[in-house]
């Protein structure tokens, strides 16, 4: 994997190819679907469009039985998974069904859960999930379930974390590549958010 240029928002550290986007791009976002985007999720973009976010949230928050899921795959701006498509779809999902209407997808995990934004007006910003029911060979939770996450996208953000067994593939991975780069930004990565991550036996793989 090379995911080298790296930026940082918010302590996080975000894996490229990037697409430079500006206010005004954001701009046309919110009149396509007649909604304003909050402050902090517009100055997200504003980084993070076209990039990676490599990090899980514990759900239900705070949770220590609850199990971690990587919303890192955003919608963009353009195309069929934009966030103008993902708000005027919503209404026809299957998470219409567990989630208020109002809500503007902005992420999933790739497994049928997704994360969104809360457009309503006096409940603007907060951020909202949805869990897809998984099988039952997991042994976690196999009920789809919707709700609450955090009060605004920046609170969200702070409550990230890395799955330490994705830790580990990633550190493998990085360490048998010959790019440099690519060490140097999954270091970068680890430091952001697994404390004392270099005392795991995994990462003594690397003098």
Known sequence: ??????????????????EDVDAADLDR??????ERLPDDFRAFLLV???????????????DEAGHLIEFSSFAGLRGDWSLSRRWADFPATFMADHLPHGLLEVANDGGGSCLYV????????????????LPEWTGLNR??????????WDAYLDLLTIDEDYARDVWEEAVS???????TAVTA??????P???SRGWARLKS
């Open 143 to 152: 009920t789809n379930m919707g709700g609450e996450v955090a009060e605004s």
């Open 189 to 194: 990565w680890l430091d952001s958010a697994l």
């Open 1 to 18: 994997m090379n995911v080298t240029p790296t930026r940082r928002h918010r302590g996080l550290v975000l894996w490229g190819p990037f």
């Open 196 to 198: 004392n991550w270099r």
């Open 118 to 133: 809360d457009l309503r007006p006096g409940t603007r910003g907060k951020v909202w999930a949805f869990v897809h029911g």
């Open 48 to 62: 993070a469009h076209g990039g990676t976010l490599p990090y899980a949230v514990r759900l239900p928050p705070g």
């Open 29 to 34: 976002v919110e009149d396509q679907i007649g």
């Open 177 to 183: 590549s010959p790019d440099a780069s690519w060490m």
